[in-house]
């Protein structure tokens, strides 16, 4: 049997909807490992903010692509697939399922269309250097210049959304092609395993979802939330980039800074609302996906996990 005859489950959808709680207990029955597909997981030390299998948990279940980076490194998604080949492939030579989860779409895009970053020139400098010119005078000239190079993938992006104006530009910068062209040439391969995508489904009711987050960040914010991210914000590095701006760690910049107003409840309050406005866009995300199976957020957790073998069976 090749890799690609073994289907792979990836558990995903929006933040606090349970996928964590159910691919552990698939590995249970499966005798499987986790692979993360989570860009905040990767990070040192940060732990209740990224919402971490417990000690316990990786105790009993061994776990792949968590602290992996010290925060303030860079990283990025052929990063991120080359590390999940490597663990997936490990996995399946012991014997043993790997099965993923996470909720960073374009982790997850990335594996399910087999996109392919082996030969990608983008030069890290590219980036480097707009994120600095970026810095001294603004997005406005950058976006202006994707807009003419790039019209396409201008009118998807919000000129706010500096990560990704200042990636399209790049892209086109360091190879001469747009990003559109760079994706169609990316999924030439196709996938390389054979994966099969779940989601916990709450598009009926968000409302049952977001009190999930609600209670989460209560809870992280007894768990010592507070002392975490006075952690990540003590070290020397620049509060703009990817860790510093997470939610769940940017709310507290103000309370830390000591800014008029700001208080532990509003930092509190900030955290629900901007986790909220976050799966709100998962869900969006998630919605143009091909090839979803959408599991009944109604079932306990034995019938969840009994729907996603029965699905891998079926294959």
């Given amino acids: 049997m090749t890799d690609k005859n073994i289907v792979i489950p990836i558990i995903t959808g929006p ?18 490992e986790l692979v993360s597909c989570d860009s905040m997981q990767i990070y040192k030390g940060l732990d209740i903010g990224t919402a971490k299998a417990t000690g316990e948990e990786q105790a009993r279940i061994p776990h792949h692509m968590i602290d992996i980076i010290e925060p303030g490194e860079n990283y990025n998604v052929s990063m991120f697939t080359e590390g999940c080949y490597e663990a997936v492939g490990d996995i399946i030579s012991r014997g043993k399922i790997p099965v993923l989860c996470g909720g960073t779409g374009q982790y997850i895009s990335a594996l399910k269309d087999g996109l392919n970053f082996e030969e990608d020139p983008m030069a890290d400098e590219v980036t480097d250097k707009l994120y ?22 201008a009118a998807k992006i919000h000129p706010n959304n500096t990560r990704r104006v200042i990636r399209a530009l790049a892209v086109y910068e360091a190879t001469g092609k747009t990003k559109t062209q760079r994706n169609i040439d990316s999924r030439k391969e196709g996938p390389k395993y054979n994966f099969m995508l779940f989601m916990i489904d709450y598009e009926d009711d968000r409302s049952v979802l977001y009190d999930r987050i609600n209670r989460r960040v209560d809870i992280m914010m007894e ?15 620049d509060r703009k980039s990817t860790c510093c701006q997470a939610i769940g760690y940017k709310e507290f910049l103000p309370f830390i800074d000591n800014e008029p107003g700001s208080s532990l409840e509003r930092v509190s309050y900030e955290i629900k609302l901007n986790t909220r406005h976050f799966a709100k866009r998962q869900l969006t995300w998630f919605r143009y996906i091909n090839e979803i199976h959408k599991i009944d957020r109604n079932l306990s ?14 294959a």
């Fill in 301 to 314: 957790l034995e019938q969840m996990a009994q729907c996603v073998i029965n699905n891998l069976n079926n």
């Fill in 223 to 237: 768990e010592g939330l507070e002392k975490e991210a006075r952690f990540l914000y003590s070290l020397p590095i």
């Fill in 132 to 153: 600095e010119e970026y810095r001294a005078n603004g997005i406005d000239d950058i976006y202006r210049r994707l807009s003419v190079s790039d019209p396409e993938a």
């Fill in 15 to 32: 933040t606090a909807s349970g996928k964590s709680a159910l691919a552990l207990h698939l590995c249970n029955i499966l005798n499987g």
